[in-house]
T-cell receptor, first 113, second 111 residues
Framework: EPEVTQTPSHQVTQMGQEVILRCVPI?????FYWYRQILGQKVEFLVS????????KSEIFDDQFSVERPDGSNFTLKIRSTKLEDSAMYFC???????????FGPGTRLTVT | GENVEQHPSTLSVQEGDSAVIKCTYS??????FPWYKQELGKRPQLIID?????GEKKDQRIAVTLNKTAKHFSLHITETQPEDSAVYFC??????????FGAGTRLTVKP
């Protein structure tokens, strides 16, 4: 069964550095999402992406964040000038059609020191 | 924007009993309501979902009900088993976009 994959599984970075989190959505999916989950808290929507552009973003997704689909398979989340409070699990998800089930990746645990 | 409230935050039941988790949402335009199960350190996994044109949906031991007028929806798990122990999240969205999650319910099923 096809799955969403994410790399790395764990990223440690120093405050102020830039990180890029990578996701490979399910191959025939068209809708892509990033979520964040601070340890012990709820899952928070960051951004959705369709047809090479952002379709929705939350109040969390400010100028510090950007997303890109650099080729036909990868979907990336870039976080510039990381802060301690950016430490969280970041999940990528994809879906095949509007309104259909979202499949989550295993997550990247980001630790900012 | 959409705001989803979820109760209770923790729920402990005896194996074989039923468990009910309730959520309310604020945006009457929301039309898609999934429920996710998340085991410790794992990704959220969809267990059931319901759309606004349906009042109830059932899949084996799991059922979800939706009351659009009151803007609340509930998850029902019958004949609970220890492997049902996990954190359960409800969510609401318009067409599965900008999905907002509840705070989660930690369900513990005691053998």
């Amino acid at each position: 069964e096809p799955e969403v994959t994410q790399t790395p599984s764990h990223q440690v970075t120093q405050m102020g550095q830039e990180v890029i989190l990578r996701c490979v959505p399910i191959s025939n999916h068209l809708y892509f999402y990033w979520y964040r989950q601070i340890l012990g808290q709820k899952v928070e929507f960051l951004v959705s992406f369709y047809n090479n552009e952002i379709s929705e973003k939350s109040e969390i997704f400010d100028d510090q964040f950007s997303v890109e689909r650099p080729d036909g398979s990868n979907f990336t989340l870039k976080i510039r000038s990381t802060k301690l409070e950016d430490s969280a699990m970041y999940f990528c998800a994809s879906s095949g059609q509007v309104g259909s089930e979202q499949y989550f990746g295993p997550g990247t645990r980001l630790t900012v020191t | 924007g959409e705001n989803v409230e979820q109760h209770p935050s923790t729920l402990s039941v005896q194996e074989g009993d039923s468990a009910v988790i309730k959520c309310t949402y604020s945006d009457s335009a929301s039309n898609y309501f999934p429920w996710y199960k998340q085991e410790l350190g794992k990704r959220p996994q969809l267990i059931i979902d319901i759309r606004s044109n349906v009042g109830e949906k059932k899949d084996q031991r799991i059922a979800v009900t939706l009351n659009k007028t009151a803007k609340h929806f509930s998850l029902h798990i019958t004949e609970t088993q220890p492997e049902d122990s996990a954190v359960y999240f409800c969510a609401a969205s318009i067409n599965n976009n900008d999905m907002r999650f509840g705070a989660g319910t930690r369900l513990t099923v005691k053998p």
